[in-house]
């Protein structure tokens, strides 16, 4: 007999409880082998004073099992929260986030039949790296960060993914026609990456038209990679477009622990009422059953579903005349999906899960050796409002701090000075680009007193940013204008 896996299992809040019971009760008539720790979060924890929204004893228990099933939470309104699901990502390593979006045609409605996508959302940085600043009266700030190993982590993971599951093709979505070092660093690792999986299919798309294209024809896609906000944002899209946001189970993956979840919120209005999908949580679920090595529950789980879907047993949410029989609440939901369980589907595909290697698989890449780092200048980044950019210029040109000397000064990124033209708006946020005179090597200690007078010339630095040759190439955008 197969060894219980002990689980962690969290409740959360609004229609939470609700469908974990179901969840739980699905799965355990199947035959899931799992031993459960139940946690708290979210709102209540929350509310007793705890920033994270989850107290000490429950990062044990997570520490312990590392499988954890998430009910959605509710994030209290008002400031000093800080979003439970970033931390549990980021203090657990959970790096790739598995967002599958099937459509169940003609069983639940959809424009795109035979949409069948995996959303693979790099989980720990990028905007989510939570680093904002407000640095002047008009100007706030807030940190992309792209990583090499973050990137090589999810990227290798998706094709990992796409081998394990008979998937044929990863594409990748950036922006890197614009972030030309962040997006243009997961840009060139997918590349390196994909050359490894000849076995695969690989393409890019710059993010804008790739998500028209995944919105307007889904068919067309298979895996798909992509940074965290741009992750979060098209799985979210294409969940709905396969049917619903109610419908999308996730996997949250890292080295050690995996969290699994459904991708919607908790839906408080809906709280207490019986009448809840717990359709993403059930699929999250079949996932968590896969990684803890239970394909075969896994699969009679799945199947069962899918009959009880076909045969028309909907949740209000996906409830339509015509394509719906019969309309059920939570629980009912539940017993149908329960009374299924060994009966595979008619029309829809049937399921299969079959032992899946671990996909852990991280290492540092061959393709990628440490460069010579050389610093060249610097950004010296103001609070300065009184007038004009040929003023902020010439007043900066007085500031003698050999070898620096100011070449460009932007506003938002635009050049101001020198010949800037007089339509362009400015704000009080000015980025002055000082380098070493004729290429000469420059030192810290030549920032720091650049910095010193600076500050004696009156102004306020509120930041700097080193300029860097990587083996010779700037690790610094150019400037537009
Ligand atoms: P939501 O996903 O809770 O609800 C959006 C809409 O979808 C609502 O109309 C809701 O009724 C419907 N819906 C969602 N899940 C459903 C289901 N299972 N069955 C039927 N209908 C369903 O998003 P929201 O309203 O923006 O957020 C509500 C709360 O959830 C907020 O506090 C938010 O912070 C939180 N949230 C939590 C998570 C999470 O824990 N993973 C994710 C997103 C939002």
Same mark, same amino acid.
């Given at each position: 007999?197969?060894?219980?896996?002990?689980?962690?299992?969290?409740?959360?809040?609004?229609?939470?409880?609700?469908?974990?019971?179901?969840?739980?009760?699905?799965?355990?008539?199947?035959?899931?082998?799992?031993?459960?720790?139940?946690?708290?979060?979210?709102?209540?924890?929350?509310?007793?004073?705890?920033?994270?929204?989850?107290?000490?004893?429950?990062?044990?228990?997570?520490?312990?099992?590392?499988?954890?099933?998430?009910?959605?939470? !509710?994030?209290?309104?008002?400031?000093?929260?800080?979003?439970?699901?970033?931390?549990?990502?980021?203090?657990?390593?959970?790096?790739?986030?598995?967002?599958?979006?099937?459509?169940?045609?003609?069983?639940?409605?959809?424009?795109?039949?035979?949409?069948?996508?995996?959303?693979?959302?790099?989980?720990?940085?990028?905007?989510?790296?939570?680093?904002?600043?407000?640095?002047?009266?008009?100007?706030?700030?807030?940190?992309?960060?792209?990583?090499?190993?973050?990137?090589? @982590?999810?990227?290798?993971?998706?094709?990992?993914? *796409?081998?394990?599951?008979?998937?044929?093709?990863?594409?990748?979505?950036? @922006?890197?026609?614009?972030?030309?070092?962040?997006?243009?660093?997961?840009?060139?690792?997918?590349?390196?990456?994909?050359?490894?999986?000849?076995?695969?299919?690989?393409? !890019?798309?710059?993010?804008?038209?790739?998500?028209? @294209?995944?919105?307007?024809?889904?068919?067309?896609?298979?895996?798909?990679?992509?940074?965290?906000?741009?992750?979060?944002?098209?799985?979210?899209?294409?969940?709905?477009?396969?049917?619903?946001?109610?419908?999308?189970?996730?996997?949250?993956?890292?080295?050690?622990?995996?969290?699994?979840?459904?991708?919607?919120?908790?839906?408080?209005?809906? *709280?207490?009422?019986?009448?809840?999908?717990?359709?993403?949580?059930?699929?999250?679920?079949?996932?968590?059953?896969?990684?803890?090595?239970?394909?075969?529950?896994?699969?009679?789980?799945?199947?069962?579903?899918?009959?009880?879907?076909?045969?028309?047993?909907? !949740?209000?949410?996906?409830?339509?005349?015509?394509?719906?029989?019969?309309?059920?609440?939570?629980?009912?939901?539940?017993?149908?999906?329960?009374?299924?369980?060994?009966?595979?589907?008619?029309?829809?595909?049937?399921?299969?899960?079959?032992?899946?290697?671990?996909?852990?698989?991280?290492?540092?890449?061959?393709?990628?050796? @440490?460069?010579?780092?050389?610093?060249?200048?610097?950004?010296?980044?103001?609070?300065?409002?009184?007038?004009?950019?040929?003023?902020?210029?010439?007043?900066?040109?007085?500031?003698?701090?050999?070898?620096?000397?100011?070449?460009?000064?932007?506003?938002?990124?635009?050049?101001?000075?020198?010949?800037?033209?007089?339509?362009?708006?400015?704000?009080?946020?000015?980025?002055?680009?000082?380098?070493?005179?004729?290429?000469?090597?420059?030192?810290?200690?030549?920032?720091?007193?650049?910095?010193?007078?600076?500050?004696?010339?009156?102004?306020?630095?509120?930041?700097?940013?080193?300029?860097?040759?990587?083996?010779?190439?700037?690790?610094?955008? *150019?400037?537009?204008?």
């Amino acid at each position: 007999m197969t060894p219980r896996t002990p689980i962690t299992v969290a409740y959360g809040d609004g229609i939470g409880p609700e469908i974990m019971d179901a969840v739980l009760r699905i799965i355990q008539t199947a035959g899931a082998q799992i031993e459960i720790e139940t946690i708290e979060i979210g709102e209540k924890v929350y509310l007793r004073g705890v920033e994270t929204g989850m107290e000490p004893k429950a990062w044990d228990s997570l520490r312990r099992t590392q499988v954890f099933l998430k009910a959605p939470i !509710t994030t209290p309104q008002g400031g000093g929260y800080k979003s439970l699901n970033v931390t549990t990502r980021k203090a657990l390593g959970l790096y790739a986030n598995v967002r599958p979006s099937v459509s169940y045609h003609p069983f639940i409605y959809t424009q795109h039949p035979s949409m069948n996508v995996v959303i693979i959302r790099e989980n720990e940085e990028d905007l989510y790296a939570g680093i904002e600043h407000r640095q002047t009266e008009q100007v706030y700030q807030c940190l992309k960060l792209i990583s090499r190993p973050g990137s090589e @982590k999810v990227i290798r993971y998706a094709f990992e993914y *796409a081998r394990a599951h008979n998937r044929k093709k990863v594409t990748c979505f950036v @922006k890197d026609n614009i972030m030309k070092l962040t997006d243009g660093l997961f840009h060139k690792v997918f590349n390196e990456i994909a050359a490894e999986y000849p076995d695969l299919e690989n393409e !890019t798309w710059i993010v804008d038209i790739g998500a028209a @294209k995944l919105a307007d024809t889904p068919e067309n896609f298979d895996v798909i990679v992509m940074p965290n906000l741009y992750g979060d944002v098209l799985s979210d899209v294409a969940a709905q477009i396969a049917g619903s946001v109610g419908l999308a189970g996730s996997a949250n993956i890292g080295d050690q622990c995996a969290m699994f979840e459904a991708i919607h919120g908790s839906a408080p209005r809906l *709280a207490g009422q019986n009448k809840a999908n717990p359709s993403g949580l059930l699929l999250g679920a079949i996932m968590m059953l896969v990684h803890i090595g239970q394909p075969e529950v896994a699969t009679r789980v799945h199947n069962a579903w899918l009959k009880a879907i076909e045969e028309g047993i909907h !949740t209000d949410d996906i409830f339509t005349e015509g394509n719906s029989r019969q309309k059920v609440g939570t629980a009912e939901f539940a017993d149908a999906v329960i009374n299924r369980l060994g009966e595979v589907p008619i029309m829809l595909k049937t399921v299969s899960y079959g032992k899946v290697p671990s996909l852990s698989l991280w290492r540092k890449s061959e393709h990628h050796q @440490k460069a010579v780092k050389q610093l060249v200048g610097v950004d010296v980044f103001l609070d300065w409002e009184p007038g004009s950019p040929n003023e902020l210029g010439n007043a900066l040109m007085q500031v003698l701090a050999d070898p620096l000397q100011l070449r460009v000064i932007t506003n938002r990124g635009i050049k101001v000075w020198p010949d800037g033209l007089p339509e362009t708006f400015c704000t009080d946020h000015w980025r002055c680009r000082f380098m070493g005179r004729d290429g000469e090597t420059v030192r810290s200690s030549h920032v720091v007193e650049l910095l010193k007078r600076v500050a004696e010339a009156g102004f306020d630095p509120i930041k700097t940013e080193n300029l860097y040759l990587f083996d010779g190439v700037p690790g610094f955008s *150019a400037v537009h204008g």
